[in-house]
């Protein structure tokens, strides 16, 4: 399939310029932009909602630092390597560890409050996967909120500052290149252009220059019909990151959570999460006829890993035809759930249930993307002028799995370490400021109303349970998705604006991940394949990564074979 270079867009209105443009406002977003700000003249901060947006506030179980004085990096480093199951990036975990504990204190001195013990030591907590007592927490579930209330009480108190700009409600289209420097390749990153619903000179489309561009804006939750991630989660980094020219990697890698509020098919946007808590304090999960079904499954019955739990639940789902199963906490009480759960029995309320009457329908949904845009140990890309921080990033330190609560820290660590480099780099000149070029290749935009579809056959195709039948059936109803006519500019009847520039982002991130996890013949981490279940170091103890060739396909490599970064 060809794919389009550039989203068909208006040309912009209107322009202006910075220093340095960070794409994003969650805690990579802020982290990035609070640094910068005293290093540079001028920060852009761009983001799509308003600041608090992303998942970052979402976020409940909490931030994994070596702390306590028993624990060590090095025991960190050894967990979050077996969770990544043989592909993690060492030299990035390394950094993740030994770094984190400092980044965690400067959050701290910004503003951010944890819980806390009786006898004023901080209250450390354990996770699945962690052999030691290692997360911070705030407000008991609550991490997420008060990381981003302090960061973002951080950015208000320089708001007015002449040498920061923030623009919410501003969605970046794509990324602007100057002159190719290879025949036919598009050339370094030199800002963006944004779409802003705002007023006066600021309003619709325009274009921000810069030296350098941070992309910090989260997930691709919303790639799939079912996700806990806010409806901004798009994959807009990784979709205009592969539109510039960029390397992205680890794609296949996604994390479902076994256990989120299941609303029935036609439910869209954000779902809540019911939280492993839940099963730790004694739920169990039963089927549609009402039998338990996880001591058939694993010894540690509901408490198995995560991905042996949702694998289950998808067995019951296809044995049984009905799309959910149920979480029985009733045992517990009224006045236990109360006092343990009380955000989660908030949300449920909202719907109408109640842990403590109820059968709670659950079901699998899509959590966290390991995969992102391809970053060295300094948040370069693949192309100059362009970083990646967050969960849009791929600094390897995921692997093929998520340790729980590391990815708030890979945001702090990594987007404060771009933010150094991108600085130094203006200093001594190695960043300088470009003439946008137009890039070759088609322009395109699919209309809406695809999302759904799309949505849907990402789940079919590239699920929690992968085969080729299925990986085929997607990678064929996308093309046909994309038919011309359709996506093709001169056929474009579609009106270029955010849902539609969203759809298309939606529908080139799924392409990229149905397209790495067809290649991948094997299970590992959060690519779980029916036809191929064991996992296969002879032949796949390599990462992959995705780029547009020249005649704009998706090309599919080992990392490292056909690139360096920037
Ligand atoms: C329910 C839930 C619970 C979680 N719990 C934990 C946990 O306990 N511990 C942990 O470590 N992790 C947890 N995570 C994961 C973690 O929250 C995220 O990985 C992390 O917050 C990502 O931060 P970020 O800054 O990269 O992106 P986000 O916080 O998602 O921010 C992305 C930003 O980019 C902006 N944006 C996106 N596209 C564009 C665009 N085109 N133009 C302009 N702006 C754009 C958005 O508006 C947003 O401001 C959880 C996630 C969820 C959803």
Same mark, same amino acid.
């Given at each position: 399939m060809s794919f389009a270079r550039t989203l068909v867009a208006p040309?912009?209105?209107?322009?202006?310029?910075?220093?340095?443009i960070v794409v994003g406002s969650g805690v990579a977003g802020l982290t990035a932009a609070l640094e910068l700000r005293t290093k540079v003249d001028r920060v852009l901060v761009v983001t799509k909602g308003v600041l608090s947006s992303g998942s970052t506030v979402w976020a409940q179980g909490g931030i994994a630092a070596a702390l306590d004085p028993e624990d060590t990096p090095e025991a960190h480093m050894a967990d979050t390597l077996i969770a990544g199951g043989g592909l993690c990036s060492v030299p990035a975990v390394e950094?993740?560890?030994?770094?984190?504990?400092?980044?965690?204190?400067?959050?701290?001195?910004?503003?951010?409050?944890? =819980?806390?013990?009786?006898?004023?030591?901080?209250?450390?907590?354990?996770?699945?996967?962690?052999?030691?007592?290692?997360?911070?927490?705030?407000?008991?579930?609550?991490?997420?909120?008060?990381?981003?209330?302090?960061?973002?009480?951080?950015?208000?108190?320089?708001?007015?500052? %002449?040498?920061?700009?923030?623009?919410?409600?501003?969605?970046?289209?794509?990324?602007?290149?100057?002159?190719?420097?290879?025949?036919g390749w598009p050339g370094p990153v030199c800002g963006v252009t944004l779409h802003v619903i705002g007023e006066g000179t600021r309003d619709g489309i325009g274009a921000a220059t810069a030296k350098a561009v941070i992309v910090a804006t989260g997930g691709i939750g919303q790639v799939y019909r079912s996700s806990t991630n806010p409806v901004s989660a798009t994959g807009d980094g990784i979709a205009m990151a592969l539109r510039a020219g960029a390397a992205v990697a680890d794609l296949e890698f996604v994390q479902f959570h076994p256990t989120v509020l299941w609303l029935g098919s036609?439910?869209?946007?954000?779902?809540?999460?019911?939280?492993? #808590?839940?099963?730790?304090?004694?739920?169990?999960?039963?089927?549609? =006829?009402?039998?338990?079904?996880? %001591?058939?499954?694993?010894?540690?019955?509901?408490?198995? %890993?995560?991905?042996?739990?949702?694998?289950?639940?998808? =067995?019951?789902?296809?044995a049984t035809g009905v799309e959910n199963v149920f979480l029985d906490a009733r045992h517990l009480g009224a006045e236990r759930i109360a006092h343990r759960f009380p955000t989660i029995q908030e949300a449920l309320a909202e719907h109408g249930l109640d842990m403590a009457v109820d059968l709670i329908p659950v079901a699998p949904a899509q959590h966290f993307h390991s995969g992102g845009v391809f970053t060295d140990l300094y948040g370069r890309s693949t192309l100059k002028g362009l970083y990646a921080a967050g969960e849009a990033a791929c600094t390897g330190v995921h692997g093929a799995n998520r340790l729980a609560s590391n990815s708030l820290l890979e945001g702090l660590v990594f987007a404060s370490r771009a933010a150094k480099d991108v600085a130094s780099r203006i200093v001594e000149g190695d960043l300088t400021e470009g003439e946008p070029?137009?890039?070759?290749?088609?322009?395109?935009?699919?209309?809406?109303?695809?999302?759904?579809?799309?949505?849907?056959?990402?789940?079919?195709?590239?699920?929690?349970?992968?085969?080729?039948?299925?990986?085929?059936?997607?990678?064929?109803?996308?093309?046909?998705?994309?038919?011309?006519?359709?996506? #093709?500019?001169?056929?474009?009847?579609?009106?270029?604006?955010? #849902?539609?520039?969203?759809?298309?982002?939606? #529908?080139?991130?799924?392409?990229?991940?149905?397209a790495a996890a067809r290649i991948r013949e094997e299970s590992r981490g959060g690519h779980f394949r029916r036809d191929f279940p064991v996992t296969n170091d002879a032949v796949w103890k390599e990462r992959l990564a995705v780029t547009f060739d020249e005649e704009n396909h998706l090309r599919v490599n080992p990392v490292g074979i056909d690139f360096a970064t920037s």
């Open positions: 040309e912009p209105g209107w322009v202006t310029q910075a220093d340095v950094v993740l560890v030994r770094e984190g504990p400092e980044r965690v204190g400067e959050l701290m001195a910004r503003g951010a409050r944890f =819980d806390h013990m009786e006898d004023g030591k901080i209250s450390l907590g354990r996770e699945g996967g962690h052999h030691a007592d290692r997360i911070i927490h705030a407000g008991g579930d609550a991490t997420g909120a008060e990381v981003s209330r302090a960061l973002v009480a951080q950015l208000e108190a320089i708001r007015n500052d %002449p040498g920061i700009e923030v623009i919410e409600h501003a969605l970046v289209v794509d990324l602007l290149t100057s002159a190719p420097v290879d025949k036609g439910m869209i946007g954000q779902l809540p999460l019911i939280s492993e #808590a839940v099963r730790g304090e004694g739920a169990l999960l039963l089927n549609a =006829d009402g039998k338990r079904f996880m %001591p058939d499954v694993h010894p540690m019955a509901e408490l198995a %890993p995560r991905d042996v739990v949702t694998h289950a639940i998808v =067995d019951q789902i296809v070029v137009r890039r070759d290749g088609t322009q395109g935009l699919l209309p809406a109303t695809d999302r759904g579809r799309i949505q849907k056959l990402a789940y079919e195709g590239v699920g929690p349970v992968r085969e080729r039948d299925g990986l085929e059936a997607a990678w064929e109803e996308l093309r046909d998705i994309r038919r011309p006519g359709r996506f #093709a500019a001169a056929n474009v009847t579609v009106t270029p604006q955010t #849902a539609e520039w969203e759809t298309t982002n939606v #529908a080139q991130t799924a392409a990229g991940i149905i």
